[in-house]
Structure formats: structure tokens, C-alpha cells
């Protein structure tokens, strides 16, 4: 590990056992490749959890495009496992819900973020910045604040609409306690390999960055207001007056409630508080890497 590569790592954010919360795959890729690359050269052990397929619920897709759900989602999770290889790192779990419905069951999430804690000694988790991204990056966020007594819980930029315009791997507001990633031409180079593993999300790409990558401590978010003023990256097209599938009509009130109803139960829970599924329900699925053929 030289001074010069790995210095901003020296913060605190990378220390022994990581765990990446990654509500769809490529999140990982987007906000921290390069992260997860200079934290596996210093001998890091890097884990991901991915807390959504990725794929919005097959009743939102066009008529014509649901007999085709299934192969979306075993396409979406095999490209998981490539990127995860090509990074170094292991995927734990791969969760069935779909996307843009994390808000929606944040005490089941939460379990499956509990167990995997526990089972790998986690002392670091790493989350999507509460930035407005998406609405599966805020509820992320704020399921992670409820983890602060368990581990150090980082946070990582992708993209906002502060101000009126997309901005990639910056966070909408500057606190002062900002790590800064300025990637190396090599860096930048394996991380757009990376986000090329991620073929079948191309079209909603085009924003991701990859000159610099920002962490920080999780700050004290108020989950009960809106990440920024103004519409946020997933309610830009919320003036449509029908339901198009590309898009995440998502209100800011439900995941701000679905959030601070979380934390009113969690939010200075102990080191881990294993809570028994319903009718016994396992969390977060052990993965499995998907027959490429079924892809």
C-alpha cells in the first residue's frame, strides 16, 4: 500500500471486513469500483450485498414484456457475478425484491443486513449516499443509519439533480468530512470495463462517472425531508400523466416515512439484534452464481 494510492483510504473507511449495500447490481460499480479495487490491493476483505434484483416488479413492465421477467432478472444477477469477479469481491446475497420496493420492506432488509453482519464480522458497511438517486438508494441509506452502533457506515456518491442538473460521484452537499477519489487513468479504464460487464443497464449509464469517486462518514441526515430542494434525479419525469415502466414514480413522503418509521424502532439498536423471519423466512438468499445459459 503506497502513501500516494491508498492515503485517502488511511481515513477510516476500508478497515477490516467491508460490506457494500448495493440495492440493484451495478451500484457497486457506479459509486465505488475503485474503491473496492485499492481496498482489495490492501488486503481488505470486500462482501456485497444486493438488496434488490434490479428489475422493477413484473406488473410495471409493458404487457408484452412480462414473459420475460424472469430471464431480466437471471441476466441482471449473472452480470452481478461478473462484475463481482472482474472486482475481486464476494456477493453474499441476492435478494428477490424488485426494484424501487426497498422502501417498502426496510424490516425485512434489515434482517437480511443482520444476518450477514453477524455471520462475517463486518466492521465496515458501505451505502449509496442519500442524494435522491434513487428511491432504492435513499431507503439503502437510511436502513444503514439504523447500523451505526454495529459498524462504521460510510457513504458514497453516484449521481443527484441538485440544482437542476445530473452530477456524478459528488455528494449535493459538502460537510467538510469528504474523501475524495481521484482516479488513476488505469483506474478509470477498469472501472469502465466494469460498468460495460453491466450491458443490460447501458441506457440508464450514460451518467455514471468515472474521473473520481467521494465517500464519507454517514452524515446525520433528516429522513423526514427531502435529500435537496428542488425534484430530485427519480422525479424527473414524474410529470407524465401514465405509468411508464422506465420510470420510478416513487414518492419522496413514502420513503421519508417508510425510512423514519425504521428508525424509530432502530435507530440506536445494539450490535446485532437478530430478529426471526416470519413463518421463518431465511434472509438475504445465499447466491449463487446463475447458469449462464439461463441467462
Known sequence: MTPKLYGELRSGMIGRRIL???????????????AILR????????????????????????PWDRRGHARRVAHRRAEAFQAANALGVEIVGCCDRPSRTLWTDLPGARRDVVAVVARLS?????VP????????????NGLASTFRNTAEVWE???????????????????????????????EAGRKSDLLRL???EQGNLAHAGVTRECFRPLADHDYGQPPHPGPLFYQRYHWLWFRHPRVDFTTTPEVCAAVTALRAVYANAPTPD??????????????????PASA
Do not use: K
Not at 39 to 62: C, E, K, R
Not at 122 to 126: G, V
Open 39 to 62: 481496498a482489495g490491493a490492501a488486503g481488505v476483505s470486500v462482501f456485497v450485498l444486493h438488496l434488490t434484483t434490479g428489475i422493477p416488479a413484473q406488473d410495471v413492465l409493458w
Open 20 to 34: 457494500i449495500l448495493s440495492p440493484h447490481p451495478d451500484d457497486e460499480v457506479v459509486g465505488a469500483a475503485a
Open 122 to 126: 463486518i466492521d465496515r458497511l458501505w
Open 274 to 291: 437478530p430478529m426471526p423471519a416470519p413463518g421463518g423466512r431465511s434472509p438475504a438468499p445465499e447466491p449463487r452464481a446463475p447458469d
Open 129 to 140: 449516499a442519500y442524494e435522491g438517486g434513487h428511491s432504492d438508494h435513499d431507503a439503502a
Open 156 to 186: 458514497f456518491a453516484e449521481y443527484n439533480f441538485c440544482g437542476g442538473r445530473i452530477t456524478a460521484n459528488a455528494f449535493p452537499d459538502r460537510r467538510g468530512s469528504e474523501v475524495d477519489l481521484a482516479l488513476t487513468p488505469e
Open 198 to 200: 453491466y450491458a443490460s
